[in-house]
Protein backbone atom coordinates (compact mmCIF):
# COMPACT_ATOMS: atom_id res chain seq x y z
CA UNK A 1 0.00 0.00 0.00
CA UNK A 2 2.75 2.22 1.09
CA UNK A 3 4.51 1.49 -2.34
CA UNK A 4 1.39 2.72 -4.34
CA UNK A 5 1.00 5.87 -2.45
CA UNK A 6 5.10 6.79 -3.32
CA UNK A 7 4.37 5.99 -7.10
CA UNK A 8 1.51 7.99 -7.24
CA UNK A 9 2.85 10.53 -5.40
CA UNK A 10 6.34 10.60 -7.22
CA UNK A 11 3.90 10.41 -10.61
CA UNK A 12 2.39 13.63 -9.53
CA UNK A 13 5.15 15.47 -8.38
CA UNK A 14 6.22 14.38 -12.13
CA UNK A 15 3.51 15.98 -13.96
CA UNK A 16 3.47 19.32 -11.90
CA UNK A 17 7.41 19.15 -12.87
CA UNK A 18 6.90 18.51 -16.50
CA UNK A 19 3.98 20.90 -16.34
CA UNK A 20 5.88 23.64 -15.61
CA UNK A 21 8.50 23.22 -18.10
CA UNK A 22 5.67 23.44 -20.93
CA UNK A 23 3.79 26.15 -22.29
CA UNK A 24 1.47 27.45 -24.91
CA UNK A 25 1.83 30.21 -27.62
CA UNK A 26 -1.39 31.70 -28.54
CA UNK A 27 -1.63 32.72 -32.35
CA UNK A 28 -2.38 35.93 -30.99
CA UNK A 29 0.35 36.59 -28.85
CA UNK A 30 3.97 36.76 -28.16
CA UNK A 31 5.82 34.04 -25.65
CA UNK A 32 8.37 36.00 -23.96
CA UNK A 33 10.79 33.89 -21.89
CA UNK A 34 12.19 35.38 -18.56
CA UNK A 35 15.42 33.65 -17.07
CA UNK A 36 16.06 35.14 -13.37
CA UNK A 37 15.03 38.61 -14.77
CA UNK A 38 16.50 38.78 -18.10
CA UNK A 39 14.70 37.95 -21.60
CA UNK A 40 15.79 34.83 -22.40
CA UNK A 41 13.87 34.28 -25.60
CA UNK A 42 11.21 35.74 -27.29
CA UNK A 43 8.86 32.99 -29.27
CA UNK A 44 6.43 34.03 -31.83
CA UNK A 45 5.16 31.28 -33.70
CA UNK A 46 2.07 29.39 -31.84
CA UNK A 47 2.06 26.00 -30.76
CA UNK A 48 3.87 24.25 -27.38
CA UNK A 49 6.98 24.91 -25.97
CA UNK A 50 9.30 23.67 -22.78
CA UNK A 51 11.16 25.95 -20.79
CA UNK A 52 12.76 25.27 -17.42
CA UNK A 53 10.78 25.31 -14.35
CA UNK A 54 9.98 28.03 -12.33
CA UNK A 55 12.16 30.09 -10.89
CA UNK A 56 14.92 29.23 -13.22
CA UNK A 57 12.53 30.22 -16.25
CA UNK A 58 9.03 32.44 -16.59
CA UNK A 59 7.44 32.93 -19.23
CA UNK A 60 4.60 36.22 -20.37
CA UNK A 61 2.22 36.74 -23.13
CA UNK A 62 2.31 39.78 -25.41
CA UNK A 63 -0.60 40.66 -27.39
CA UNK A 64 0.65 40.88 -31.13
CA UNK A 65 -2.89 41.89 -32.62
CA UNK A 66 -3.49 45.55 -33.77
CA UNK A 67 -4.61 47.28 -30.67
CA UNK A 68 -7.07 50.62 -30.50
CA UNK A 69 -6.47 52.77 -28.49
CA UNK A 70 -9.10 56.26 -28.00
CA UNK A 71 -8.69 59.51 -26.99
CA UNK A 72 -9.59 59.00 -22.86
CA UNK A 73 -10.62 62.90 -22.33
CA UNK A 74 -11.84 65.83 -23.77
CA UNK A 75 -9.16 68.42 -22.56
CA UNK A 76 -9.95 71.58 -25.17
CA UNK A 77 -7.07 72.29 -27.65
CA UNK A 78 -6.18 75.84 -29.15
CA UNK A 79 -6.32 76.73 -32.95
CA UNK A 80 -4.43 78.88 -34.87
CA UNK A 81 -7.12 81.70 -34.37
CA UNK A 82 -7.34 80.50 -30.39
CA UNK A 83 -10.49 78.79 -30.50
CA UNK A 84 -10.61 76.24 -28.13
CA UNK A 85 -11.83 72.54 -29.57
CA UNK A 86 -12.72 69.34 -28.53
CA UNK A 87 -11.37 66.45 -30.52
CA UNK A 88 -11.88 62.70 -30.54
CA UNK A 89 -9.44 60.50 -31.97
CA UNK A 90 -8.28 56.47 -32.19
CA UNK A 91 -4.99 55.24 -33.01
CA UNK A 92 -4.90 51.50 -34.43
CA UNK A 93 -1.47 50.24 -33.20
CA UNK A 94 0.37 47.14 -32.54
CA UNK A 95 3.64 45.62 -30.68
CA UNK A 96 6.19 44.25 -33.26
CA UNK A 97 9.23 44.05 -31.18
CA UNK A 98 8.57 42.56 -27.29
CA UNK A 99 12.45 42.81 -26.47
CA UNK A 100 12.78 46.58 -27.28
CA UNK A 101 9.24 47.35 -26.07
CA UNK A 102 9.41 45.56 -22.49
CA UNK A 103 13.26 47.58 -22.09
CA UNK A 104 11.87 50.94 -23.22
CA UNK A 105 7.74 50.51 -22.46
CA UNK A 106 7.06 48.27 -20.38
CA UNK A 107 6.02 44.63 -19.45
CA UNK A 108 1.90 44.53 -20.71
CA UNK A 109 0.00 46.68 -23.21
CA UNK A 110 -1.61 48.76 -20.26
CA UNK A 111 2.09 50.83 -20.48
CA UNK A 112 2.43 51.11 -24.37
CA UNK A 113 -1.09 52.59 -23.93
CA UNK A 114 -0.09 55.06 -21.18
CA UNK A 115 2.88 56.39 -23.13
CA UNK A 116 1.09 56.46 -26.78
CA UNK A 117 -1.95 58.65 -25.53
CA UNK A 118 0.57 61.48 -24.25
CA UNK A 119 2.70 61.05 -27.65
CA UNK A 120 -0.43 61.37 -29.55
CA UNK A 121 -1.92 63.97 -27.39
CA UNK A 122 0.87 66.20 -27.79
CA UNK A 123 1.08 65.82 -31.64
CA UNK A 124 -2.28 66.55 -31.69
CA UNK A 125 -1.95 69.58 -29.99
CA UNK A 126 1.22 70.65 -32.05
CA UNK A 127 -0.67 69.98 -35.43
CA UNK A 128 -4.02 71.59 -34.54
CA UNK A 129 -2.28 75.00 -32.89
CA UNK A 130 -1.04 75.65 -36.53
CA UNK A 131 -4.76 75.42 -38.34
CA UNK A 132 -7.99 76.98 -38.11
CA UNK A 133 -10.78 75.43 -37.08
CA UNK A 134 -12.16 75.91 -40.91
CA UNK A 135 -9.22 73.77 -41.90
CA UNK A 136 -9.52 71.28 -38.71
CA UNK A 137 -13.26 70.51 -40.65
CA UNK A 138 -12.22 70.78 -44.16
CA UNK A 139 -10.35 68.41 -46.64
CA UNK A 140 -7.23 69.16 -44.53
CA UNK A 141 -8.38 67.06 -42.01
CA UNK A 142 -6.72 64.49 -43.81
CA UNK A 143 -2.99 66.33 -43.75
CA UNK A 144 -3.57 66.91 -40.35
CA UNK A 145 -4.21 63.12 -39.66
CA UNK A 146 -1.15 62.07 -41.73
CA UNK A 147 1.51 64.78 -39.76
CA UNK A 148 -0.16 63.89 -36.52
CA UNK A 149 0.73 60.00 -37.66
CA UNK A 150 4.45 61.02 -39.01
CA UNK A 151 5.21 62.92 -35.44
CA UNK A 152 4.34 59.89 -33.27
CA UNK A 153 6.03 57.36 -35.57
CA UNK A 154 9.06 59.47 -35.26
CA UNK A 155 8.64 59.48 -31.62
CA UNK A 156 7.90 55.64 -31.25
CA UNK A 157 11.06 54.52 -33.98
CA UNK A 158 13.62 57.52 -32.59
CA UNK A 159 16.79 56.97 -30.42
CA UNK A 160 14.89 54.56 -28.46
CA UNK A 161 12.51 52.33 -30.67
CA UNK A 162 9.17 51.57 -28.65
CA UNK A 163 9.01 48.16 -30.75
CA UNK A 164 5.68 49.07 -31.89
CA UNK A 165 4.44 50.12 -35.49
CA UNK A 166 1.54 53.09 -35.76
CA UNK A 167 -1.11 51.85 -38.45
CA UNK A 168 -3.44 54.54 -38.77
CA UNK A 169 -4.74 58.05 -36.54
CA UNK A 170 -8.37 59.25 -36.91
CA UNK A 171 -10.24 62.17 -35.77
CA UNK A 172 -13.91 60.90 -34.77
CA UNK A 173 -15.74 64.13 -33.63
CA UNK A 174 -13.69 68.05 -34.03
CA UNK A 175 -16.31 70.09 -32.09
CA UNK A 176 -15.93 73.75 -30.28
CA UNK A 177 -15.96 73.44 -26.31
CA UNK A 178 -19.58 73.35 -24.39
CA UNK A 179 -18.58 77.07 -22.98
CA UNK A 180 -19.08 78.60 -26.35
CA UNK A 181 -21.16 76.07 -28.60
CA UNK A 182 -23.96 77.84 -27.56
CA UNK A 183 -22.78 80.93 -28.34
CA UNK A 184 -21.65 79.65 -32.12
CA UNK A 185 -25.22 78.04 -32.85
CA UNK A 186 -26.60 81.60 -32.08
CA UNK A 187 -24.27 83.07 -34.52
CA UNK A 188 -24.86 80.22 -36.80
CA UNK A 189 -28.92 80.79 -36.27
CA UNK A 190 -28.48 84.39 -36.47
CA UNK A 191 -26.71 84.38 -39.55
CA UNK A 192 -29.19 81.40 -41.48
CA UNK A 193 -32.40 83.67 -40.40
CA UNK A 194 -30.30 86.94 -41.84
CA UNK A 195 -29.90 85.16 -45.38
CA UNK A 196 -33.61 83.94 -44.88
CA UNK A 197 -34.83 87.40 -44.64
CA UNK A 198 -32.16 88.26 -47.58
CA UNK A 199 -33.88 86.19 -49.87
CA UNK A 200 -37.43 86.59 -48.57
CA UNK A 201 -37.13 90.17 -49.46
CA UNK A 202 -35.17 89.32 -52.47
CA UNK A 203 -38.70 87.40 -53.28
CA UNK A 204 -41.09 89.76 -52.24
CA UNK A 205 -39.10 92.52 -54.53
CA UNK A 206 -39.19 89.68 -57.59
CA UNK A 207 -42.92 89.35 -56.64
CA UNK A 208 -43.85 93.36 -56.57
CA UNK A 209 -42.10 93.15 -59.59
CA UNK A 210 -44.03 90.38 -61.28
CA UNK A 211 -46.81 91.24 -60.11
CA UNK A 212 -46.54 95.40 -61.17
CA UNK A 213 -45.67 93.62 -64.85
CA UNK A 214 -48.61 91.31 -64.70
CA UNK A 215 -50.76 94.77 -63.90
CA UNK A 216 -49.82 96.76 -66.40
CA UNK A 217 -49.81 93.85 -69.71
CA UNK A 218 -53.35 93.71 -67.57
CA UNK A 219 -53.90 97.42 -68.76
CA UNK A 220 -52.47 97.60 -72.10
CA UNK A 221 -54.70 94.03 -72.52
CA UNK A 222 -57.51 95.71 -71.76
CA UNK A 223 -57.04 99.13 -73.25
CA UNK A 224 -56.23 97.47 -76.70
CA UNK A 225 -59.06 95.60 -76.26
CA UNK A 226 -61.58 98.69 -75.20
CA UNK A 227 -60.10 100.26 -78.37
CA UNK A 228 -60.88 97.48 -81.00
CA UNK A 229 -64.42 97.23 -79.44
CA UNK A 230 -64.75 101.18 -79.40
CA UNK A 231 -63.29 100.89 -83.51
CA UNK A 232 -65.58 97.90 -83.92
CA UNK A 233 -68.93 99.40 -82.43
CA UNK A 234 -68.21 102.93 -84.34
CA UNK A 235 -67.60 101.27 -87.67
CA UNK A 236 -70.84 99.63 -87.03
CA UNK A 237 -72.53 102.18 -85.54
CA UNK A 238 -71.71 104.69 -89.17
CA UNK A 239 -72.71 101.27 -91.50
CA UNK A 240 -76.21 101.16 -89.32
CA UNK A 241 -76.22 105.00 -89.55
CA UNK A 242 -75.44 104.84 -93.43
CA UNK A 243 -78.21 101.94 -93.84
CA UNK A 244 -80.77 104.44 -91.86
CA UNK A 245 -80.09 107.12 -94.24
CA UNK A 246 -80.81 105.02 -96.78
CA UNK A 247 -84.14 103.70 -95.88
CA UNK A 248 -85.44 106.98 -94.36
CA UNK A 249 -84.51 108.72 -97.85
CA UNK A 250 -86.49 106.40 -99.30
CA UNK A 251 -89.76 106.58 -96.97
CA UNK A 252 -89.33 110.28 -94.95
CA UNK A 253 -92.92 109.45 -93.13
CA UNK A 254 -91.61 105.55 -92.14
CA UNK A 255 -88.55 107.28 -91.24
CA UNK A 256 -90.28 109.87 -88.88
CA UNK A 257 -92.91 106.91 -87.41
CA UNK A 258 -89.57 104.91 -86.68
CA UNK A 259 -88.19 107.37 -84.65
CA UNK A 260 -91.42 107.63 -82.54
CA UNK A 261 -91.02 104.50 -81.77
CA UNK A 262 -87.78 104.12 -80.49
CA UNK A 263 -88.77 107.80 -78.65
CA UNK A 264 -92.04 105.88 -77.20
CA UNK A 265 -89.54 102.97 -76.73
CA UNK A 266 -86.72 105.01 -74.57
CA UNK A 267 -89.33 106.62 -72.36
CA UNK A 268 -91.11 103.60 -71.05
CA UNK A 269 -88.34 102.13 -70.44
CA UNK A 270 -89.02 101.17 -66.72
CA UNK A 271 -92.40 100.05 -65.22
CA UNK A 272 -92.10 102.77 -62.52
CA UNK A 273 -91.88 105.44 -65.11
CA UNK A 274 -94.67 108.51 -65.14
CA UNK A 275 -95.28 111.04 -67.72
CA UNK A 276 -97.81 113.72 -67.79
CA UNK A 277 -98.87 114.89 -71.13
CA UNK A 278 -101.52 116.42 -73.00
CA UNK A 279 -102.78 114.04 -75.77
CA UNK A 280 -104.57 116.87 -77.78
CA UNK A 281 -101.71 119.27 -78.02
CA UNK A 282 -98.25 117.31 -77.70
CA UNK A 283 -96.45 116.24 -80.81
CA UNK A 284 -94.98 113.14 -78.85
CA UNK A 285 -98.50 111.43 -79.99
CA UNK A 286 -98.85 112.70 -83.31
CA UNK A 287 -98.22 109.49 -84.65
CA UNK A 288 -100.64 107.58 -82.44
CA UNK A 289 -103.26 109.82 -83.00
CA UNK A 290 -102.70 109.38 -86.81
CA UNK A 291 -102.51 105.69 -86.63
CA UNK A 292 -105.77 105.95 -84.54
CA UNK A 293 -107.39 108.37 -87.49
CA UNK A 294 -106.54 106.37 -90.28
CA UNK A 295 -108.32 103.04 -88.64
CA UNK A 296 -111.06 105.13 -88.10
CA UNK A 297 -111.23 106.45 -91.41
CA UNK A 298 -110.53 102.54 -92.53
CA UNK A 299 -113.69 101.48 -90.77
Known amino acids: MNRIGLWISTLLVAFVLFSSTVFVVDQR ?7 LGQIKEVITEPGLHFKLP ?44 PQAYI ?16 VVRNAFQEEINKRTVKELLSLKREELMDDVKAAVLLVVKGAKPWGVDVVDVRITRA ?17 RKRVANELRSTGGAEGEKIRA ?3 RQREVTIANAYRDAQKIKGQGDAQAARLYAESFGRDPQFAQFYRSL ?4 SSFNSKSD ?14 MRGAAGNAAARK
Open 213 to 215: DAD
Open 262 to 265: EAYK
Open 29 to 35: QFGVVYA
Open 175 to 191: DYVDTITESVYRRMEAE
Open 54 to 97: PPLQNVNYIDKRLLTLDSPDNEPMLTAEKQRVVIDWYVRWRITD
Open 274 to 287: VMVLDPSSSEFFKG
Open 103 to 118: RNVGLDEKSGTNQLNR
